[in-house]
């Protein structure tokens, strides 16, 4: 329990940040010797971590279940593709109820739950959107012109936008424009990237860093071995995609230090399911797409200096569905 006199009046300000395709071996925290993950090794020490923190297999009924705090079957949200990926226009999303609750609202990233009126995130209580269409760049959804993670077309509300730089870089560039022009009023921050999802595209001083420079026998032997066979060339694709997002997520921290806002402000980080291709994945069994823990245990950090003690692990299960209620 929170002691009564350290509660601030100040209402915190929350950021979310969710990976897609991220397993819980791609990171440095959770025994992956290989993958360099420094800013959020060094943010899980600072957490509460949920280390029985359970999403859909696929991403969009995760991300449907994250917005209503409700199993995805409830929202219409089945799958990722024909249709299924469609959240129903008349549910309550955690932006809408933090606008009631006098917070400014913004989505930078991937939406993946609807792209046209009544469903998108505009529509779904977001004031200020920077998002790319369907389940990622690189797919149908994509405005011609628009299909690589470089000089990406956006959708900037609602309005389509063309982008300079990397994907992730841009997403983050419009995340902390956001959060510097709303510092002084109590905001969410929905930071969605489209990294490490296929295609796999990246810059080439991150790919450098693994190519040719990864090993099997470097990966601890424990639980289930890799189901598959594990072509290290994506590997390392993958894990340059995911440095890139660890320099990011170090972008996002060191505005909160320079705003003056880091104690009042909860963030969390997570990724959307497991793996979607054969590598190692901490020893569980199967990867995205099935429901063993490989493709539904994911990591969980929660930060809140103001409120919550660093560096604590909590061994209750957990699940998408528990973020929207425990916000609000």
Known sequence: PVPKQSLGTRKPNVIVVITDDQGHGDLGYHGNPVIKTPHLDKFAKQSVRMKNFYVAPVCSPTRASLMT??????????????????????????AEILQTLGYRTGIFGKWHIGDNYPLRAIDHGFQETLILKGGGIGQPSDPPGGESYFNPILQHNGKAVKKEGYCTDVITDAALDYIGKNKDSP???????????TPLE??????????????????????????????LDVTAKIYGMITNI?????????????????DDTIVIFMTDNGPQQPRYNSGMRGRKGTVFEGGTRVPFFVRWPAQLPKDRDIDRIAAHIDIAPTLV
């Open 69 to 94: 705090g409700r199993y995805n079957y409830r929202t219409g949200v089945v799958d990722t593709f024909v249709g299924r990926s469609l959240m129903h226009p008349d549910e309550v999303t955690l």
């Open 202 to 231: 990246l810059p080439k001083k991150y790919y450098d860093l693994y190519k040719d420079k990864i090993k099997l026998d470097q990966f601890p032997k424990v639980g289930h071995p890799i189901e598959g066979k594990v072509d």
């Open 187 to 197: 905001f969410f921050c929905y930071i969605a990237f489209n990294c490490p999802h």
């Open 246 to 262: 660890d320099d990011n997520f170090a972008r996002i921290l060191a505005k909160l230090d320079e705003l003056g806002i880091a």
